[in-house]
Structures are given as structure tokens and as C-alpha cells.
């Protein structure tokens, strides 16, 4: 896949395109890249998920929790996952926000990156103000020879599916919900690093994850995992967040792997939470916290061992 950060986005091939933010890249995203794929391959046009970066909302601030569902880089493996020729994530800067909406469709999208087929979303808007929709590029796109497709809602529980309602399971650590909204376990990408290493000394050793520190998290806790560590997925206990009683002050995600022996520092890894075991806590004493993580350890195991009867 091909992968373009800068506004030099001209093209020699005709394409198909879908715009969005894609957020955590939801079953409404992954929607309108199905289809997108779809067009492309029937006319033989070049498939490409057209984004922004930073976030828009890192520019207007318009969100309490300015966080992503997905770090730039899980976001640009997973979509290089989908089979996705082009991946462009376009500058969002406070002229680009100014820019109107006719001047982005027609200059942007139909002239330099030769759109032949544009799919959006009902709700789609773009452009100064946010003036531009799904109407206006219906319109320009009858004027310009360019096949616009207006994608419905996704719904699930009677519910629209949107990032804002993932952000709202994973808060309230409902992440079957949230797993149900993005098509798969909510996860964190990161490099495996060297952390304090008290977990080898008390019987639990733990692998120690560095993620984007843009990336929203759920509440500080202790978690269910599956981690993949060289194309093999590994079930274990994860706790996220400042490990209090020894002392932590920054956020970490420290993850104990079942019958894991491996040493994989300056690794990446991505661990998948499947079930919220406890609130984060601090402890009296080190001995303390050996008892809970046996007791967090069980936990997990005793629900592995249940999903995987369950799907027997």
C-alpha cells in the first residue's frame, strides 16, 4: 500500500475514493471502504481511503477527550490490511479548514487525484464551516463526470455506529460493545521496552508496551488479553495505567502472558482486551500485590477458558 502524508497527492490513474477520519476504522468505516473496493474493481480504478492529519480535532478542540481510537499506525496497518491501494493523510491545517467546499471537491479530489468514484458517508461534512455534504458532492459530481455514492448509517442495537459511541463503551469498559462496534477486540499497538522488572521477582513477568500517547484508553485497570507476538496470539492479564503502588507516574500498558518465555524487547506487539477484571489500585505492600495478580491471573484464565468452551 502506498502512503501519502503531504498535499503533493497528484495522480496518473483514475480512482475510486472514500473520505473520512476513520477513527478507529468502525463497521460504518469499514463500510465505505467495502464499497469503495468494490467500485474500484469493477472499473478498474485505483482504491483509496483519503484521510486527514492531526485529527481534526486536535485543531478546532472540540472534544473533551482529545484521543484517538486508533494510533496513526494501527490505523495505517489496519487499513493496509483491507487491501487498499493508496492510503493519503492530508495536511489539516487552519487554511486547509478554510478551504470551500467546491475548491476541495473539484481542485482535490476530481483533478488531482483523478476521482472517478467518490463514496461518503449520509452524514459527511467538509469544506469552510462545514458547509459542504453529501448533496453538494452528489451535485458537483454530476457536473464533473464523477459517480458519488451515499452510504446510510450503519446501525447495531438500534443504534448508529460512530466513533463517539465507541469512545463511550470503551469508558465505560463495556468492550464487548465496543469490540461489536469496530469488528474486533479494541487493541494497543506498541514496542515492546525494559520496565522496572519487579514482575519477574514476585513470579509474574511482564512485557511493557510504549503506545502513541495520543491514543485513547480505557479506564485504568486490569484487563483480560490476547497479545501478538510474532503471528501468535498469547492470553494473559494486562493492567493499564500508572502501576501506584510502586511508585508510577506515567501511563503504561504492562501485560503478563500464560506460559510465555520469550524475551521480545524492541518488538511490537498488539494487545487485544477482551474483559475489564478491576479497577487500577494501590497496595500495601508488594506481597499484596503478588495475591491480586494471582487472583487477577485466575480470573483471566477462568474466562479464556469459558470463551473457548463457549465457541466449541
Known amino acids: 500500500m502506498e502512503h501519502i502524508q503531504s498535499d503533493q497527492i497528484g495522480q496518473t490513474r483514475p480512482t475510486a475514493i472514500t473520505l473520512g477520519n476513520f477513527d478507529g476504522l468502525h463497521l ?172 519477574r521477582t514476585i513470579g509474574f513477568p511482564t512485557i511493557n508496551v510504549v503506545a502513541d500517547p495520543e491514543k485513547l484508553f480505557p479506564p485504568n485497570g486490569v484487563y483480560a488479553t490476547k497479545t501478538l507476538v510474532a503471528g501468535r496470539q498469547y492470553p494473559g492479564v494486562t493492567n493499564v495505567g500508572v502501576a501506584p503502588t510502586v511508585h508510577g507516574t506515567k501511563k503504561i500498558v504492562e501485560t503478563y502472558l500464560f506460559d510465555f518465555h520469550q524475551s521480545v524487547y524492541g518488538s511490537c506487539v498488539e494487545t487485544a482486551l477482551y474483559r475489564f477484571i478491576r479497577p487500577e489500585q494501590k497496595f500495601p505492600s508488594v506481597a499484596a500485590l503478588q495475591q491480586q495478580m494471582q487472583a487477577d491471573a485466575a480470573a483471566a484464565r477462568e474466562y479464556f477458558e469459558e470463551m473457548d468452551e463457549n465457541q466449541r
Not at 485505483?46 to 480535532?57: A, D, I, L, Q
Open 28 to 199: 460504518g468505516h469499514r463500510k465505505l471502504i467495502g464499497r469503495m473496493q468494490q467500485e474500484a474493481k469493477a472499473q478498474q480504478l485505483r482504491s483509496v481511503v483519503f484521510s486527514f492529519f492531526p485529527h481534526p480535532m486536535f485543531l478546532f478542540h472540540n472534544r473533551e477527550n482529545l484521543a484517538l481510537i486508533m494510533s496513526p499506525e494501527e490505523k495505517k496497518r489496519a487499513i493496509a490490511a483491507m487491501g487498499v491501494d493508496l492510503y493519503v493523510e492530508y495536511p489539516f491545517t487552519k487554511t486547509f479548514a478554510a478551504m470551500a467546499p467546491e475548491d476541495f471537491a473539484c481542485g482535490l479530489l476530481f483533478e488531482q487525484m483523478k476521482c472517478r468514484v467518490l463514496v461518503v458517508g449520509e452524514n459527511y461534512h467538509f469544506g469552510a464551516k462545514q458547509k459542504g455534504n453529501a448533496a453538494l458532492l452528489e451535485k458537483l459530481g454530476k457536473e464533473h463526470g464523477v459517480k458519488v455514492i451515499v452510504i446510510p448509517p450503519v446501525m447495531y442495537g438500534g443504534e448508529r455506529v460512530s466513533s463517539t459511541r465507541v469512545r463511550k463503551a470503551l469508558s465505560d469498559t463495556n468492550l464487548d460493545l465496543a469490540a461489536a462496534l469496530l469488528s474486533r477486540p479494541y487493541g494497543i499497538y506498541g514496542e515492546v521496552i525494559h520496565g522496572k522488572q519487579l514482575g
